[in-house]
C-alpha cells in the first residue's frame, strides 16, 4: 500500500477514536438491537459474498473464512 | 429510560442493566459476544439467482447467450452446547445450468464481442461448515472447518479466529488465520478440449487483525485488516483467450496472488427515523495490480409490531489485472493472458430489499437484490468494456425458529 494511504487510514481512525465516549453497560440498549449487528441475517451475508466472490476481482475483508469453488 | 438520567442509576439498578447486558440478546451487536444464545435456533433461505441474458450487441453469434441460473438452498443450525460453547452449522446446495463465457473475439469492426460456451453447463455444489464459539472470560475463540465440493472442484478449508473484549466492552481486538486447499478437476461437459489440464491444486490462506470500538451509545464502528496469499492454479481452465499473434492460448495466470484488503464498518441508530444505518467500507488491492472500491450502505428498520424493512445499496468498482486485455494483438513476454471480464475494469451497483414479519418464535421474509455492472460505472475512465460483463437478480424467501 501506498505512503498516503496508510497515513490517511490512521488519521481516519484518529478520527473516529477521538470522538469516543466512555459508554455504559446500561446505556447500551439501542446497540444491542438486532437491526444494529455487524450481519443482521448471516445466511444472506454469506450468499451475497459467495456470489460477489464468484462475479467479481475482490473478496474477503470483513474477517470471516471460506473455501474457493469451481466459479471463480 | 432517558439517557440523560444516568448519573442517578442506583448501584441495584446498574447491576441489574449489567446483567441484562450479559444476556445473549444483548451481546449479539458485538464480535466477541461473551455467552451462547441462550436457546437454538435453525434459518433457512432459498434463493434464485438469474443472470441476465448475454445482450445481441455483446454476443459473436457462437454459443449460447442463455447466461447461469442457480437454485440455492441454505441451512443454518445454532446451538448453545452449554454456557461456555455455542457451535454453527452452515450448509448450502446449489443447482446451476446455463452458459458460461468462453472466450472474446473481435468481430468486423475490431470492437470485442463473447463468445459463450456452446453448451448448456449442469453442476451442481454443496457445502457444509462448523464453528465452535469458545467463550473463556473476556476471549472468545472460534475455530472453523468445511467443504465445498461440486463435480469439477473440492475444497477443503478451515480457521480460528481470536477476539479480547477490552475497557468494559467498548473495544474489541479480533485476529485469526484462515486456510483453503482446493483441487479443479475441469470436466468435458463445456468444450471436449484435449490440451485441458486433467487436475490442479491451489491453496489460499489468510490472516486478518481487527479492532471494534464503541463510539457513543448510538454508534459504533469496527476495521479489519487482512493479508490473503493464493498460490498453485489460479487460471480459469475453460477460458481461452484470442490473440491474432499466437492462436490457440488459454487463459494463463500467474500462480501466486497476494492480497491487502482493509474495510472499515459503522452501525449508527438514528433516533428520527428509530432506525440502524449501516456503512460497509473496503479496500482491496493485489500484486496483479488489481485496485477495488467496495461501499454498502443500507436502513434497517424493525417495528413493535414484528415487522422489519431493510434496503441497503452496494457500489463496486475494479481496475484491471495488469496482464487482462480483451483480446490480444501480440505475444506477451510473461506468457499471461486473460480475457475474463472479473478481471477488466467495471464498475456495478446493486440494490437490495428486505421484508420479514417475526410472529412468535418465527420469522418470513422475502428478498430481492438487483445487480447492474457497466464499464461507465467504474470509478476510473474505462476505454473497452468486456462484452461478458454480468447483470443479475436474486429473490430468497426465508424461514427463522428459534426454540424459545
Request: net charge negative.
Amino acid at each position: 500500500m501506498s505512503t498516503k494511504l496508510t497515513v490517511a487510514l490512521i488519521l481516519i481512525t484518529l478520527f473516529v477514536t477521538s470522538g469516543c465516549t466512555t459508554v455504559k453497560p446500561w446505556e447500551r440498549g439501542t446497540l444491542s438491537k438486532k437491526e444494529m449487528s455487524w450481519s443482521p441475517d448471516p445466511l444472506a451475508a454469506t450468499l451475497g459474498e459467495h456470489i460477489y466472490f464468484a462475479k467479481e476481482a475482490a473478496a474477503g475483508g470483513y474477517g470471516s473464512a471460506g473455501g474457493g469453488c469451481g466459479c471463480n | 429510560m432517558s439517557y440523560n438520567k444516568k448519573q442517578n442509576i442506583s448501584p441495584t439498578l446498574a447491576a441489574l442493566y449489567s446483567a441484562a447486558f450479559a444476556l445473549p440478546a444483548y451481546n449479539k451487536t458485538v464480535e466477541a459476544a461473551g455467552a451462547p444464545d441462550s436457546e437454538p435456533s435453525i434459518s433457512a433461505r432459498i434463493s434464485k439467482y438469474d443472470e441476465d441474458r448475454l445482450s445481441s450487441s455483446n454476443f459473436s453469434g457462437l454459443g449460447d447467450q442463455k447466461r447461469y441460473d442457480i437454485e440455492v438452498g441454505q441451512v443454518s443450525v445454532v446451538y448453545p452446547i452449554n454456557d461456555t460453547v455455542q457451535l454453527t452449522v452452515d450448509s448450502a446446495y446449489e443447482k446451476m445450468s446455463g452458459a458460461s463465457p468462453w472466450f472474446v473475439q473481435p468481430d468486423a469492426e475490431g470492437s470485442p464481442v463473447q463468445v459463450m460456451s456452446g453448451a448448456t453447463i449442469d453442476d451442481e455444489r454443496f457445502d457444509a461448515s462448523a464453528k465452535l464459539d469458545i467463550y473463556k472470560g473476556k476471549y472468545t475463540i472460534s475455530p472453523s472447518v468445511g467443504f465445498s465440493t461440486e463435480k469439477d472442484y473440492q475444497a477443503i478449508f478451515g480457521g480460528v479466529s481470536v477476539a479480547r473484549e477490552l475497557d468494559n466492552k467498548s473495544t474489541t481486538l479480533r485476529g485469526g488465520i484462515s486456510a483453503s486447499f482446493d483441487e479443479v478437476k475441469p470436466t468435458s461437459d463445456v468444450v471436449n478440449d484435449p490440451n485441458r489440464i486433467d487436475s490442479d491444486d491451489k491453496e489460499n490462506v489468510s490472516a486478518f487483525v481487527g479492532i471494534g470500538q464503541v463510539i457513543n451509545k448510538n454508534t459504533v464502528v469496527q476495521s479489519t485488516f487482512t493479508i490473503g496469499h493464493l498460490s498453485g492454479f489460479l487460471s480459469d481452465p475453460y477460458k481461452l483467450v484470442f490473440n491474432s499473434a499466437v492462436p490457440g492460448l488459454r487463459d494463463n495466470r500467474p500462480d501466486d496472488r497476494t492480497q491487502y484488503i482493509w474495510s472499515a464498518q459503522l452501525r449508527r441508530w438514528s433516533e428520527t427515523l428509530s432506525a440502524a444505518l449501516h456503512a460497509d467500507y473496503r479496500f482491496y488491492y493485489d500484486d496483479w495490480n488489481i485496485r477495488s472500491h467496495t461501499l454498502d450502505v443500507g436502513f434497517l428498520k424493525h417495528t413493535d409490531s414484528g415487522w422489519s424493512f431493510e434496503y441497503s445499496m452496494r457500489y463496486y468498482s475494479q481496475t484491471q489485472a495488469e496482464f487482462y486485455e480483451p483480446f490480444y494483438q501480440a505475444a506477451r513476454s510473461d506468457g499471461y493472458y486473460s480475457s475474463d471480464y472479473r478481471l477488466s475494469p467495471y464498475g456495478a451497483l446493486s440494490f437490495r430489499v428486505k421484508l420479514a414479519e417475526t410472529i412468535n418464535n418465527w420469522t418470513v421474509g422475502v428478498s430481492a437484490e438487483r445487480y447492474i455492472s457497466d464499464k461507465s460505472y467504474s470509478l476510473q475512465s474505462v476505454d473497452v468494456e468486456n462484452p461478458g460483463l454480468v447483470d443479475f437478480t436474486l429473490f430468497t424467501f426465508g424461514v427463522d425458529y428459534s426454540f424459545k
